[in-house]
């Protein structure tokens, strides 16, 4: 059995359940600025979820591409990879738990053939400080279900991870009880995470067990939501069955979801009882890099560290590149020349003949043109964007080896090794490698340390721009943008210079504005900020933009969160009036006018309130 079987059977089975089947939407979401890519099988149906009337009906069936750039540097094990795809099916206010399980368990023990004894279960163990108990029903389908095929189904409370570590597993013991940490989904996380009018719910698990013995470096004892391998979860039914009140308590939909997603390589992994997810899920890719080398996959770790690699990442590469993502150093595109340039770098190192990595192109079109036709349609284009990007890469590594070797003395310092990384797309492994060479060695301390720092000065710029930024660049945005500045500029003068931004949300309609305060703010100072914000935009100021050094951008007073995240350079906006009297001047990265007077209306604060502890929030428009 392969994928294609395996995605096959499973639109079937939900087909003859009356469920409509809808394409996988693209890698890239649409209208939808929190995220680069479509990393879950539920995230283009959230809409559905959250009450939107979904036109192909109550039932959808699907198998979702997805993407997780987060995982690049995780690939090389047995159980990760940043393509894959998510078997889901979806109830919007049509059937509940005891179908919902049913027609799962059926699926894997009826149609893949699954042995009963070898699933374990999960679910919500309740939260008696919030009024919502442990989700007895589905412990109840749970039990019905594994008698029919003569399990046992014993229940056992583990809670956290760590305490089911301490605990561990009993003979017959088949069904767990979880906190909210792992048995709960809402957009916010746990119940005492999510605001009020978040939907959200318990879910149930369903783990598969291999023959693999428990690690102890993973916990004293082994559990189904153990990470040393042992056991994987292969599918997971949501149950959106609450609304959170205003005052922190919760009260039942009227109309309950179903929301399942079963990652389609892990079910591939379970039917063929093989804890290598890049061996089952990646093998005509493996059977050609191994046609056109002179390794193995299996030979000795590096080299099946290498195979992985290469599998994992020209499958995602193809599928971006497929979607018109192609290599660059910015948003997507930087992703996909990632992906890319570390396949070629292992590629090289497995002595890949026939073409590189741009060969690798066909055997994957091959696995995939039934269900994406687009691939194999748009081969050739892939092929030669493949091969373009490596050509770049070989002539940056060139100007990497001569940075190289103008290090002197017996340790390349992890700056060093950073630098020639971020600057020369030098792999840290070359750098290691060559150094072993000279007999020198690598602080490999100090360099993840200086990763770590690009990192999270990385994921800040993306939660700023994605996240808590900007839904576009059109005018009205970038005026209310421009806005954004302004009122803080106006808080720091009346509440105190104790007033930093907290996060932002701008919209065309409107901006959010979180920023740090203790308490609520008196309306006499709204009203004096929402008059200083006004006195800008009459005044015509100009707003300029200089690049400074970050230490002397601190001297000057500029202001600014979070300044540890920021490179040695910075870009200041600043507000000033014709006389010299600056209004503003704030670290940005985005677009704002020119002149304050290129921004149209009156600006209006119209609700001030709590965000979260020691942070509240503005929400403003721009009146005619």
């Known amino acids: 059995m392969d994928l294609n079987t395996i995605r096959e059977k499973y639109i079937a089975h939900f087909k003859a359940q009356s469920h409509a089947v809808i394409p996988s939407a693209s890698l890239v979401p649409e209208n939808d ?7 879950s099988g539920m995230q283009p149906l959230v809409p559905y979820l959250l009450g939107e009337v979904h036109p192909k009906g109550t039932r959808l069936v699907d198998s979702q591409k997805c993407f997780r750039s987060g995982d690049i540097e995780e690939v090389g094990d047995n159980r990760h990879t940043t393509f894959f795809e998510m078997l889901g099916n979806w109830s919007l206010g049509d059937y509940w738990k005891k179908e919902q399980l049913a027609w799962i368990y059926s699926f894997l023990t009826d149609e893949l053939e699954l042995d009963p004894q070898r699933l374990f279960v999960t679910v919500f163990a309740g939260d008696e400080s919030l009024g919502i108990g442990k989700d007895v029903d589905s412990v109840e389908i749970w039990k019905s279900l594994f008698a029919e095929k003569n399990v046992s189904s014993e229940t056992a409370l583990m809670g956290s991870e760590e305490e089911g570590s301490k605990r561990g597993m009993k003979d017959g013991e088949r069904i767990f009880f979880y906190n909210a940490e792992k048995n709960w989904w809402s957009r916010s996380g746990v119940p005492g995470n999510m605001p009020p009018g978040e939907p959200g719910g318990p879910d149930s698990e369903i783990f598969y067990q291999f023959d693999v013995e428990h690690n102890q470096a993973f916990g004293e004892h082994c559990h189904p939501n153990c990470d040393c391998g042992r056991y994987l979860e292969i599918g997971n039914s949501v149950f959106m ?25 892990r079910i591939l992994m379970a039917v063929t009882n093989t804890p290598d997810i890049v061996a089952v899920s990646h093998a005509p890719i493996i059977a050609y890099l191994e046609q056109h080398s002179d390794k193995k996959y299996g030979d000795d770790e590096q080299t099946t560290k290498a195979f992985r690699i290469i599998a994992d990442h020209m499958k995602a590469a ?20 990632r ?37 194999p349609a748009k081969r050739v284009e892939i092929e030669n964007a493949v091969a373009h990007e490596d050509e770049k890469f070989r002539t940056t590594l060139a100007r990497g080896l001569r940075e190289f070797e103008k290090i002197t003395g017996t340790t ?12 020369y797309g030098f792999p840290y492994e070359m750098t290691e490698e060559l150094a072993t060479e000279r007999g020198m060695t690598v602080d490999v301390q100090e360099f993840k340390e200086e990763m770590k720092a690009h990192q999270d000065l990385s994921r800040a710029g993306s939660e700023q721009k994605f996240k808590s ?48 305060y203790p308490e609520k703010v008196p309306q006499d100072v709204l009203d004096k900020v929402e008059a200083y914000v006004n006195e800008v935009l009459t005044a015509h100021c100009a707003v300029e933009t200089v690049i400074l050094e970050k230490d002397e951008a601190k001297e000057k007073g500029v202001e600014g969160s979070f300044w540890e995240k920021y490179p040695d350079e910075v870009t200041v906006y600043s507000v000033v009036s014709d006389d010299g009297t600056v209004y503003s001047r704030e670290l940005c990265g985005g677009p704002h006018v020119k002149n304050t007077g290129e921004i149209v209306g009156v600006f209006k604060i119209v609700k001030e309130s709590s965000s979260s502890a020691g942070v509240r929030r503005i929400k403003a428009v721009l009146e005619p």
């Open 33 to 39: 600025p929190t995220t680069l890519f479509t990393g």
């Open 412 to 423: 390349v310092t992890g700056k060093e090794a950073f630098l020639l990384f971020s600057t």
């Open 469 to 516: 930024g900007l839904a576009d660049t059109g005018e009205k945005t970038t005026m209310l943008h421009t806005c954004t500045h302004l009122l803080l500029a106006g808080l720091r003068k009346y509440l105190g210079e104790g007033v930093h931004q907290a996060g932002s949300n701008i919209t065309p309609l409107r901006l959010r504005f979180d920023f740090t």
């Open 339 to 375: 992906l890319i340039r570390r396949a070629v770098r292992y590629a090289d190192m497995l002595g890949i003949q026939g073409g590189g990595c741009a060969s690798v192109v066909k055997p994957i079109a091959d696995m995939y043109g039934t269900v994406y036709p687009d691939i």
């Open 241 to 265: 069955q609450y609304l959170k009140n205003e005052d922190g308590t919760f009260k039942t939909l009227p109309k309950q979801n179903v929301d399942f997603g079963g990652g389609l390589e």
């Open 318 to 337: 193809v599928f971006l590149i497929a979607e018109g993502i192609y290599p660059s150093n910015t948003d997507q595109g930087y992703f996909v020349r």
